[in-house]
Structures are given as C-alpha cells and as structure tokens.
C-alpha cells in the first residue's frame, strides 16, 4: 500500500511556524528516501543470501536445513521502498484560510492522483489537550466523508506519546552543559492537563516549570540557584517560535541581569533541529499495525478516550 504523510499542527499567524512546518517536511521526504534506499539494499541482499542458500541445498555435496526467509518490513513500506518519491505536506487546525477538514480532502486528492492508498497523519502535538482528543479527530472525520473509501486515513498517536520524540528531548538535554534543566511549556489551568509534561520532566529527571501556571520559570530558576546549581538550562517545550519564545527570551534575559553570578542558558525551541525530522520518519517507518493506530472510518467520539486533557 502506497503512502502519503501529512504533519498536522495546531498553526500560527506568526509565519516562523509555517516556515518550521514546511522544513519538517522537507527533511522528511530526504530521510525517506535514504530509508527507502536502505531497504532497497537490505532487500536485494536478503534475495542474494535466498538464492545463494537455494543453489547450496541444490547441490549433491552439500546436505544444509532450509534457510528462513529474512524478515521484511510491512507491505506498505516495502512498496514504498520501490518508490524515491514521497508525498509529504502540512496541515493546520488553525491560522489557515480553509478548515483542516478542507485541507485534508486537497492532500488527499492530490495523494490519489500520485497513487496513494492511505494518508497518514501525524499530530504535531506535544501533549495530548483538546486539539488532540476532540478537534483533529471531527475534522478528520468529516474529510474522510468526502474522501473516496479507495482512500484511507490514518491518524497516529501525538508526537508528544513516542519514544523516539522523548529520547530526542532527552539527547538534546544531555548534550547541554549545565548542572541543571528546567523543562518550560505552557501549562494548563487544568491540572490533570500538566501531568504528561511532568511525567515527562521525572523521565528525564529535569525540573519543570509553566508558562501560564505555578511553578513559573522565576520560581524554579531561584530554586535551583538556593540548591547551590549555577550553570542552569532551559528547555522551551515548544516546537516552533512565536510570541511564547519571544518572551521567553525576554524573561530570561531579566533573570540574567537580576542574577550575575548565575549562568542561565536558553535553548532553542525542539522543532528547530533538522533532527526532528529525522525522528518523525523513524516513527512512521515503525508505524503499528491497524489495530494500534485510529482509522477514521469509525466515530470520532471512539478517539484517544484515555488521553490527557490539556
């Protein structure tokens, strides 16, 4: 089954989003292609190893038990192994001139008429709110109805729940010399809507701090230096740039005038990394199978019901 791949995230009038969005997407379609060329190659030598054990066990001289085939990868990317051309687009819930349903429906299209069979789609989310559980899920299923059925949507997991994402988080952390990281996202008023971010700061044993909500970055930043760190890091968890960032950088620039002796360094936002797209191919490429991933010929209401709200 042929593939197409689209990145759906939650958008920005701030045009750094869109121009973030758009160098994922093209990073992904080169590591695509290497991954393609790599499989071509593991392929052909697993052919050669099955003719070279077929013509020993034809031999009289030699008595040999019957090789195991080598194990492939599903039959959608074996397929696409045979192709050097992905189709990858962008897609966003907001700050768009059509709704994400509309914006689905013309990928699709475009995906049928370059041979597609399946779109899948991976939610550019970092944690799994209202956007993730109620949003994507209805205009997902209201582009699927004006799809042809030849055509199927499949919807991942947020970018936020993979492994590959939160050791990409972590390796970014450990290249950083600091006594100390104070992981920074937005936060919610509810606080079931922190925990994934909290869980995920006891992963990586980082402090964490909120944005809009307590424990905010002053707060941490005056916790650690009363712990003797003065080499401290802070890790905006968020993908792109915009007003957020911005300010951000201004607050710790405050810090570091208010706090000579302190050695605060900002990061750069986690989607600013030609790395991140390398990640987002390696977690397409081991994509589940049917029964792991949401196919939106179902009830949306049936979507992420386990998920955090944020």
């Known amino acids: 089954m ?7 995230s939650h ?6 989003h869109q121009a973030g969005l758009t160098r994922l997407a093209q990073g992904m379609r080169q590591h695509l292609k290497r991954r393609s060329q790599q499989a071509k190659m593991t392929n052909a030598s697993a052919l050669s190893h099955r003719q070279q054990s077929s013509s020993l066990l034809q031999s009289p001289l030699l008595s040999l038990p019957q090789a195991t085939p080598l194990p492939f990868r599903s039959q959608s990317s074996a397929s696409e192994a045979a192709s050097s051309q992905f189709l990858v687009g962008t897609a966003t819930l907001e700050a768009a001139t059509t709704s994400l ?12 008429q370059q041979g597609a069979e399946q779109v899948v789609i991976l939610p550019m989310f970092l944690l799994a709110g209202i956007h993730v559980k109620e949003d994507l899920p209805a205009e997902m299923a209201a582009a699927q109805a004006q799809l042809p059925a030849s055509l199927q949507l499949t919807c991942l997991p947020y970018l936020g729940s993979h492994g590959p994402f939160k050791q990409y988080v972590a390796a970014r952390l450990a290249k950083t010399k600091a006594d100390r990281c104070v992981l920074l996202a937005h936060g919610s008023s509810r606080a079931a809507g922190n925990r994934g971010i909290q869980q995920l700061g006891k992963l990586l044993d980082t402090d964490v701090a909120f944005w809009s909500v307590a424990p905010d970055l002053e707060t941490q930043v005056y916790n650690l230096m009363q712990q003797g760190h003065q080499h401290i890091a802070i890790a905006p968890f968020f993908l792109f740039p915009g007003s957020i960032t911005d300010a951000i950088t201004h607050r710790t620039e405050q810090l570091a005038e208010h706090l000579p002796k ?23 490429w081991g994509m589940p199978q049917a029964s792991s991933v949401h196919r939106w010929q179902a009830p949306a209401q049936r979507v992420a019901k386990n998920s955090i709200t944020a």
């Open 2 to 8: 042929r593939t197409a791949y689209l990145l759906v």
């Open 11 to 16: 958008g920005s009038a701030d045009p750094r």
């Open 101 to 112: 349903a509309e914006q689905i429906i013309a990928f699709g299209q475009e995906a049928l």
């Open 262 to 284: 302190l050695s605060l360094r900002l990061l750069s936002p986690l989607g600013t990394s030609s790395e991140l797209s390398k990640v987002i191919v390696e977690i397409v």
